[in-house]
């Protein structure tokens, strides 16, 4: 069945390093790939999407390019904040668009 | 923009009582779904409805019920809280179309004593 698999966290990083959050996932057709973002005591919000093989979705700094040879999704920012601090979540929708399947979460420390 | 409502926040509240999580969106969207999510932070889903008169059980089992009988709401319903039910709870709603995303709650913490 469908499945999303992404790094375990926590990932600690300096401000103003370079981010990356490693995600892969196992689907039946072309699925469409999402990453969210959780903050303390919130529910999830949409960061960013991508529909369709080599599209590149981009918000607020953070880019992810959907691979389809390689089945990933991987977040990237290239200069992180204190504010950028939370759970990302990557998630994709089944082929019928009606189920999505959610990573196990990747907490995000940022040290000023 | 999303508008998704989750009530209560946050509830406390004693073995054995029914308690009703309340859900309610304004964007019509027929797809509703809640979530469990873990202290490690897991998505859980518990339950999913399609539209009016519509309701499935998710991939964890759950002891929680669910209806939709409008549109905009979908509450979740424990008739006998336990401590294992405490968790997070999320509601989250998706339009209909391909590449839709969900829209999240800002969920309810519940705690059973």
């Known amino acids: 069945g469908d499945s999303v698999t992404q790094m375990e966290g926590p990932v600690t990083l300096s401000e103003e390093a370079f981010l990356t959050i490693n995600c892969t996932y196992t689907?039946?057709?072309?699925?469409?790939l999402f990453w969210y973002v959780q903050y303390p005591g919130e529910g999830l919000q949409l960061l960013l999407k991508a529909t369709k093989a080599d599209d590149k979705g981009s918000n607020k700094g953070f880019e992810a390019t959907y691979r389809k040879e390689t089945t990933s999704f991987h977040l990237e920012k290239g200069s992180v904040q204190v504010s950028d601090s939370a759970v990302y979540f990557c998630?994709?929708?089944?082929?019928?668009?009606?189920?999505?399947?959610f990573g196990s979460g990747t907490k995000l420390n940022v040290k000023p | 923009e999303a508008d998704i409502y989750q009530t209560p926040r946050y509830l406390v509240i004693g073995t054995g009582k029914k308690i009703t999580l309340e859900c309610s969106q304004t964007?019509?969207?027929?797809?509703m779904y809640w979530y469990q999510q873990d202290p490690g932070m897991e998505l859980h889903l518990i339950h999913y409805?399609?539209?009016?008169?519509?309701?499935e059980k998710g991939d964890l089992s759950s002891e929680s019920t669910v209806s939709r009988i409008r549109t905009e709401h979908f509450p979740l319903t424990l008739e006998s809280a336990r401590p294992s039910h405490t968790s997070q709870y999320l509601c989250?709603?998706?339009?209909?179309?391909?590449?839709?995303?969900?829209?999240f709650g800002d969920g309810t913490r519940l705690s059973i004593l």
């Open positions: 689907a039946t057709g072309y699925p469409s």
């Open positions: 409805s399609y539209g009016v008169n519509s309701t």
């Open positions: 989250a709603s998706m339009g209909q179309g391909s590449n839709q995303p969900q829209h």
């Open positions: 998630a994709l929708s089944d082929r019928n668009f009606n189920k999505f399947y």
């Open positions: 964007m019509g969207h027929d797809k």
